[in-house]
């Protein structure tokens, strides 16, 4: 963000930093540079904990990256790592964990991974699986579908595969991915598929990089095509900016996000339609979002399914207290099985705040209330810790007992956040 519209007078303009760089394409753009033919240049990519593990890993297996302040370069290779062996430590990031393995299955050697226990404890099984059908031999050395894992790559021929993406959209988008790579190319048939805009985005960047993805219904084909080196430009991350869309309506103020408009690869922009729904004033252009919160911050309560836009649950359950009615989130089972099970964490949060709240298996419904000051537990999970960061905007008090588990994704949050504070409010 370059700066907030319509501040209090006496405040005059705010110096706003720049949402970073979409983490979900950042992950993307470094698996598509590493595997194109020449080399690329990726401009403003996300600089946190999880790029920069996907970076490392990507060292780890022989890709030669330069990085530079808004500026990585990668030199590509067709043919999978540039070693015989290599052990790749996967962090909390689970594009790194389930992208690099299917990445180094195209390769030939020996290649060993490993996570947290954060990202240990997040299914693997569905990629694995589909994986092994596809004729690559892995091991699971621990626990069966999740890391540590090593791939005893020899290729992959290709061909007909069926896959389960209805815990995470990273295994089909891991095979999509890889399927320029394999030798006769890839069909992939999907029996169900949660967040699939995030699957949009990865069809869309292939394109970029010089492959289309055909897809008829659920069946997706993938030809065995070289991909091709290019400038890319990593737009900002539509899932943080939630938070400061969120931000503008609760303290009835207005924000611009420059760069995440109408020409936006990431499905998580549709939270602006979410806050549109609540009584929020929402401007959609080509090249920028506006929020304007209504006077007061006054927000009205919904039902929403938020299956495809799941990341964001926790940013709408951490303003919907302030709501004149019921907030009643939908089909988001898939939370359960993120950095921490976020149905869990978000109810165990509103309820510290004295919020009445019900879970289900797939929902929650939260109801007006006034929040009282709490300590409260992030298990972790940037995204806990951003979104009820949002909820001290109007409840002074509230603290966390992890905050800088944003580093995963923004480690500037909680700076830029406090200057939305001293601007906005008294």
């Not at 999740?146 to 389960?164: E, N, S």
């Not at 979002?289 to 309560?301: K, W």
Request: charged fraction near 20%.
């Amino acid at each position: 963000m370059n700066d907030v519209l319509s501040p209090p007078p006496h405040k005059g303009r705010f110096p706003f930093q720049d949402v970073p760089g979409s983490k979900s394409v950042t992950a993307r753009a470094l698996f598509l540079a590493a595997a194109a033919r020449g080399t690329t240049v990726l401009r403003r990519p996300l600089v946190s904990d999880d790029s920069t593990g996907f970076a490392e890993g990507l060292t780890a297996l022989g890709y030669r990256l330069e990085r530079e302040p808004d500026r990585w370069t990668v030199e590509g290779r067709v043919r999978g790592p540039a070693v015989e062996e290599a052990s790749v430590f996967c962090r909390d990031g689970a594009t790194t964990a389930r992208f690099l393995p299917a990445l180094a299955a195209a390769g030939h050697g020996v290649f060993h991974f490993d996570a947290s226990a954060q990202m240990r404890r997040r299914p693997l099984g569905p990629l694995t699986r589909a994986l092994r059908d596809l004729g690559v031999t892995l091991v699971h050395r621990e626990r069966e579908g999740h890391h540590p894992l090593t791939v005893h790559a020899d290729g992959i021929k290709g061909g007909h595969v069926t896959l389960d993406a209805g815990l995470s959209s990273q295994f089909l988008t891991a095979l999509l991915l890889v399927g320029p790579l394999t030798e006769q190319g890839l069909t992939i048939t999907v029996s169900d598929l949660v967040s699939a805009p995030y699957v949009d985005i990865t069809m869309a960047m292939m394109e970029c990089f010089g492959v289309r993805v055909h897809r008829d219904g659920d069946t997706f084909t993938v030809p065995a095509q070289p991909y091709l080196a290019t400038d890319y430009t990593i737009e900002p991350d539509a899932s943080t900016a939630s938070y400061f869309l969120a931000a503008a309506a609760l303290a009835g103020r207005r924000v611009t996000i420059p760069g995440l408009g109408s020409g936006s690869l990431q499905g998580d922009l549709r939270f602006a339609q979410v806050l549109s729904r609540m009584g929020a004033h929402v401007t959609l252009a080509e090249d920028h979002v506006t929020v304007a919160g209504a006077d007061g911050g006054r927000l009205a309560g919904i039902t929403v399914n938020m299956r495809d836009i799941s990341d964001t649950m926790p940013t709408l359950a951490a303003i919907a207290p302030f709501a004149d009615g019921p907030v009643r989130i939908e089909d988001v089972y898939n939370t359960r099985i993120k950095e921490c099970d976020r149905l869990e964490a978000c109810a165990e949060n509103l309820r510290a705040l004295g919020v009445p709240v019900l879970v289900g298996r797939d929902w929650i419904e939260i109801h007006p209330s006034r929040p009282r000051p709490a300590h409260l537990a992030c298990r972790g999970d940037h995204r806990i810790a951003m979104a009820f960061s949002i909820t001290g905007l109007r409840t002074p008090g509230i603290t966390l007992d992890d905050p800088g588990c944003v580093k995963k994704t923004f480690p500037g949050f909680h700076d830029t956040l406090n200057s939305l504070r001293t601007l906005w409010l008294p």
